[in-house]
């Protein structure tokens, strides 16, 4: 680069021209310039958290907790909603452009002519970044599979998987038991890996077994209990606690509470002689675009759900609601199954505005509309040039009593959020 970039903007319009392909998995690249940045350990303590869906949730309610316990924390997620900082995290804080901009120039000053992917290059700054900062922690969560992600490339102390589905298939493979192997490749020897679900796939114990790691599970090595007002935890090793619920809609995000619970019990024991705190960090979790209440009247609910089984998870707590006229805003991804992001809502979605989301993998709203004519009536569907106009003529057929359901992606969210902010129509109500 002949003239460097002297703001986040024009680095980040840089680095996504850096290297040919948006994803590659060769990791000898990412490995070459991580040694010269010469950092011993990016944190005293690492978790890796993988899986198909809730792996944000699960970062969130760890970091949250561990905030709360006084322990610095450094989170690496992805994708971003609405800017660029919210990838790299201290202390639940958005990492300022200037401490960005400082690990930007010293990996480019590095990294010679090696190419880095715009997610390498964010990975590499997180790593710099609490390393500088000196982490008490660093979660990071992975961006796509497990095995060959850049995030994969150190070594972490425990690891966490969320889930296992039907995801990015071009990548990981076409069935569970493939998809599960890749993920798996964030298992470490003789340490702990847990899984937040239940019933793991056959693939995930073998490979457990086979790799010499501690391999837990919900409802088998933990569980949990959710009643009208509370929720009872029961660890590993003995350890019971009663909790506030969590302020996250959804039972399936008791899976990743208690996940990230039965992670704490083995990484860091001692933060259970102080309930209170946990009580504390548990009540202060922020999640954006996870069934988000955007909005009260009308009822306006945001979420990232982008496959079959974030789909399905919607739908179950969209059912808890009371039944009302629902519109859905929807933008997908070109490479997404629109038939299985679509079919569970025919019995509760009376009217579809498909929008074509702002980036060169967006699908056209058109062929969206094709594709969901299989399960949805013609005449149900309306289909706008963009996202901004599906919002428009949404909102403007919103009655109060309506309900609005906006969904599909990372970026349909990410473009309601600046859309509405732009219209100033509603005042955020998160309580996600």
Not at 78 to 91: F, M
Not at 121 to 148: C, H, M, P, Q, W
Not at 208 to 220: D, E, H, P, V
Request: glycine share 6%; aromatic share 10%; proline share 3%.
């Amino acid at each position: 680069m002949k003239k460097h970039p002297d703001n986040l903007h024009d680095w980040l319009e840089w680095q996504q021209e850096l290297h040919p392909k948006n994803i590659d998995f060769k990791l000898e690249r990412i490995k070459s310039v991580y040694k010269k940045l010469n950092i011993d350990k990016i944190a005293k303590k690492i978790i890796i958290v993988a899986g198909t869906n809730g792996k944000g949730s699960t970062v969130a309610i760890l970091e949250s907790i561990l905030h709360q316990n006084d322990f610095s924390v450094g989170t690496f997620s992805s994708p971003h909603i609405l800017a660029y900082n919210e990838r790299i995290k201290i202390n639940k804080k958005e990492a300022e452009d200037s401490l960005l901009l400082e690990a930007f120039e010293k990996i480019n000053e590095l990294r010679g002519d090696t190419t880095l992917t715009y997610f390498e290059f964010a990975t590499l700054s997180a790593f710099y970044i609490f390393n500088k900062l000196n982490v008490d922690y660093a979660i990071l969560e992975v961006g796509l599979g497990g095995r060959l992600d850049a995030t994969n490339i150190i070594d972490s102390d425990l690891s966490i998987i969320s889930s296992i589905g039907i995801d990015h298939t071009e990548f990981l493979g076409t069935t569970i038991d493939s998809i599960a192997l890749e993920k798996a490749g964030v298992m470490r020897p003789f340490c702990s890996c847990i899984y937040a679900d239940i019933n793991p796939p056959s693939s995930l114990l073998s490979y457990a077994k086979n790799n010499g790691t501690s391999f837990l599970y919900n409802q088998n090595d933990f569980s949990f209990k959710i009643s009208n007002d509370s929720w009872v935890w029961n660890g590993k090793n003995g350890t019971t606690v009663d909790l506030p619920l969590l302020p996250l809609i959804g039972d399936f995000q008791y899976n990743h509470a208690g996940a990230a619970l039965q992670a704490l019990e083995i990484i860091e024991p001692d933060i259970f002689y102080s309930i209170d705190k946990i009580r504390k960090g548990i009540e202060s979790i922020v999640l954006l675009g996870r069934f988000q209440i955007y909005n009260n009247k009308p009822e306006i609910i945001l979420d990232v759900a982008h496959n079959a089984d974030s789909a399905l998870k919607l739908k179950a707590s969209l059912d808890k609601f009371p039944k009302k006229n629902t519109i859905a805003v929807v933008g997908f991804l070109e490479d997404k199954d629109v038939y299985s992001l679509t079919k569970p809502f025919v019995s509760i979605i009376n009217h579809w505005y498909c929008g074509t989301i702002e980036s060169k993998r967006g699908m056209n709203s058109d062929e969206i509309k094709t594709r969901m004519k299989s399960v949805i009536d013609d005449n149900l569907i309306k289909t706008f040039e963009n996202m901004e106009k599906a919002f428009l003529s949404a909102l403007l057929n919103l009655k109060n009593e309506d309900r609005l359901i906006i969904y599909g992606s990372f970026y349909t969210v990410s473009e309601f959020l600046i859309f509405s902010k732009k219209q100033n129509m509603y005042i955020t109500n998160e309580s996600s």
